[in-house]
């Protein structure tokens, strides 16, 4: 304490010293080295007057960016304007869907007849032609039948010719046994005259002229000739409709002539069958859905096969509001789902005569309770005319996304 009074005294005594010039006078202070460094208040001062410089400098490039701003923003708005101008001038023409798909004939195949597989020809998914065989059935029970048809048929044309040897013959023999029935019944006639002489002679005799045997004779041989004459006069009348004898003979012909087409029928319907032992591709295309094996027992009208043809055309599902333009012949692109690379031209073939849900198996009867209106669809087909890639091929089903120019 003693050797601080002294230094506050000195001090003391130096302020009271007057000024002595430039050198001995301190240097003028700032605004904050004026402030008492201690002073919270004073901080708090400054802080805020940096704040407000701050935002000061800030409003002030708010200022100058602000004509920039507005100048962009313009630019885009005319940018959204054309692009949309754009956009409506170069679709305003086309008609698109993605409810669209590849489609096709698929065949189905079955057998005709029943038998067993002794031979599977062709595997999944191979390209078969028209004619190829397919499978074998055993064609044994097959065989029989067809030489037992072929028997049949043969005896019925010997009975066929037998027959016409026969009408031949009765166009002769017929007149020719009339003229020996009216033959015969004029010799009875003749005879019966004789008879009826002699017996009359007999009868206009005195008893001592005759004797009764020679009476009993005379009336014998008129009842004779009188019986002759009755059966000569009988087969006359048999032998007198010669010509419906003679057409009976024809019936009967014409009969053995029908029995003999049931006969070639038989055989024709054999030979069918044993062809169809061999189950045949009807066309061209992919073997799908093969539903056989070797040594299956195979019915008639089963399914065996599917075979998909190679032409493919496009089913597109177009709504009601957009067939207003639609018009057979119209160039159409079409996008592939499975293959992006892959584009395809084409143009359109026709339109379906109804929605996609009149043909379902349950229409919709809009007569009975509450209607809401759906948009519909109808099927537009599209034939494929460029862009197909053998290496690539089209399944039936997947999605593709036809594009029609309205033009």
């Known amino acids: 304490m003693a050797d601080i009074e002294p230094s506050h005294a000195s001090g003391a005594g130096r302020q009271a010293d007057p000024p002595r010039g430039d050198q001995d006078q301190p240097a003028p202070r700032t605004p904050d080295q004026q402030k008492p460094a201690a002073s919270g208040k004073g901080e708090d001062d400054t802080e805020r007057a940096r704040e407000k410089e701050a935002d000061r400098k800030q409003d002030q490039r708010r200022a100058k960016a602000r004509p920039y701003v507005r100048i962009g923003m313009v630019i885009i708005l005319i940018g959204l ?18 409810d669209a798909y590849t ?3 698929a065949i189905t195949i079955s057998p005709r007849v029943t038998g067993q597989v002794i031979s ?3 595997t999944d998914n191979e390209f078969v032609h028209a004619g190829d ?23 019925a044309r010997g009975q066929l010719a037998a027959s016409t040897q026969g009408l031949e ?3 002769v023999n017929f007149p020719a046994r009339l003229q020996q029935a009216q033959a015969q019944l004029k010799d ?14 007999q009868q206009s005799l005195p008893r001592a002229a005759t004797t009764g045997q020679q009476v009993d004779y005379a009336t014998a041989a008129l009842r004779s000739a009188e019986a002759q004459l009755e059966q000569a006069q009988a087969a006359v009348t048999q032998a007198t409709p010669v010509k419906p004898n003679v057409e009976e003979i024809g019936a009967q012909l014409k009969q053995l002539q029908g029995t003999i087409m049931q006969a070639d029928a038989a055989v024709n319907q054999a030979q069918l069958n044993l062809e169809w032992c061999i189950v045949r591709a009807p066309q061209d295309g992919w073997i799908t859905r093969r539903n056989v094996e070797q040594g299956n027992y195979l019915m008639p009208g089963q399914q065996i096969f599917s075979i998909v043809s190679p032409q493919v055309w496009i089913t597109a599902n177009f709504k ?11 160039h159409v692109t079409i996008s592939v789902d499975a293959y992006p690379q892959l584009k395809l031209t084409g143009h359109v073939d026709s339109l379906q005569l109804g929605s996609g849900s009149k043909f379902t198996a349950f229409p919709p009867e809009n007569a009975t309770g509450n209607y ?8 537009v087909k599209i034939d494929i005319d460029g862009g197909l890639d053998p290496s690539l091929p089209l399944p039936l089903g997947i999605s593709v996304e036809p594009t029609i120019e309205l033009k």
């Open 169 to 171: 013959v009765a166009k």
């Open 320 to 330: 009601e509001n957009q067939l207003q333009r639609i018009r057979p012949g119209q």
């Open 372 to 379: 809401v209106k759906i948009v519909q669809r109808v099927p």
């Open 188 to 201: 009875a006639q003749a005879n019966l005259f004789k008879a009826q002489t002699d017996y009359k002679r």
């Open 120 to 122: 599977l020809d062709v």
């Open 81 to 98: 304007i054309g692009g949309g101008i754009w956009y409506w001038l170069s679709t305003k023409d086309l008609a698109d869907t993605d």
């Open 133 to 155: 065989p397919l499978i074998h059935i055993d064609p044994r029970q097959y065989q029989a039948s067809l030489e037992q048809a072929q028997g049949q048929l043969a005896a």
């Open 103 to 105: 489609d096709g004939r």
